[in-house]
């Protein structure tokens, strides 16, 4: 009986340890929320339409010749890299504007040949075209015929826009955003009766260059080239005190 009490009582004390050290974890968990609760983070944003001051359009041209023609696809080459350049030249493009990659040449693999068949090889050279003058490479980059009228096999991308000031941009859409920011937080917190007080911390986001009117976003930032007219939105995440 008498080992039995002591058994009660020292389970009792155990207990009675345990419960503190809940209530005192449950108190301190809660000391954490409420000094979380004092502190409010929100998203602003700041958009600009702005129009693309430069210009990249890349085209190639090529030949397919087997092994034992490599010289004469060689002297073919050299001949439809006069025939484009005459063509830009003539367009205007400058020599700064114009690259001309070397010649490079690829294997073709077909698994349908037979036993013997001679290898192919593919002849390509690549042609960028960078500018200021997006009106000048439009029109050229529609008039392209005249190169394919005379043999050469000559593809063609679409020209690609961009805009050059974008560090200025950001620098400027920078305060806009951040008047945001706190504009939005200033709503939320009147809401709840409280006060936006000092900004706590903020961090601007990715740039994100848009066609205009696009909601077309991404988590790492986004450049859209394939339009003259451009939006460019930057956000910034920013954490104020409430009181």
């Known amino acids: 009986m008498e080992i039995l009490e002591k058994s009660l009582i020292k389970t009792s004390i155990i207990l009675g340890i345990f419960l503190i050290i809940g209530v005192s974890i449950i108190s301190f968990s809660l000391y954490q929320i409420k000094a979380a609760d004092n502190s409010l983070s929100v998203t602003g944003s700041a958009k600009q339409s702005v129009t693309a001051d430069s210009v990249k359009w890349n085209s190639s041209f ?85 190169i394919i009228d005379q043999g050469v096999i000559f593809s063609a991308y679409s020209p690609e826009y961009y805009y050059t000031k974008l560090p200025e941009m950001r620098v400027t859409l920078l305060p806009e955003a951040m008047k945001d920011a706190q504009a939005r937080a200033e709503s939320i917190a009147k809401s709840t009766g409280k006060k936006v007080g000092t900004l706590k911390s903020a961090s601007m986001g990715v740039v994100q260059v848009m066609q205009p009117n696009s909601i077309d976003i991404s988590d790492y930032g986004n450049y859209d080239t394939s339009t003259v007219e451009k939006q460019i939105m930057i956000t910034v995440k920013a954490s104020f005190s409430l009181k």
């Open 62 to 146: 090529s030949r397919t010749v087997y092994s034992s023609n490599l010289k004469i696809g060689y002297s073919q080459m050299k001949a439809d890299e006069a025939i484009v350049l005459k063509f830009l030249k003539d367009s205007g493009i400058t020599d700064a504007e114009l690259t001309i990659s070397p010649v490079s040449m690829q294997e073709q693999y077909n698994y349908d040949k037979g036993v013997g068949t001679p290898t192919e090889y593919s002849l390509i050279q690549n042609v960028t075209v960078q500018s200021s003058d997006i009106a000048k490479i439009q029109t050229i980059s529609k008039n392209i015929q005249t």
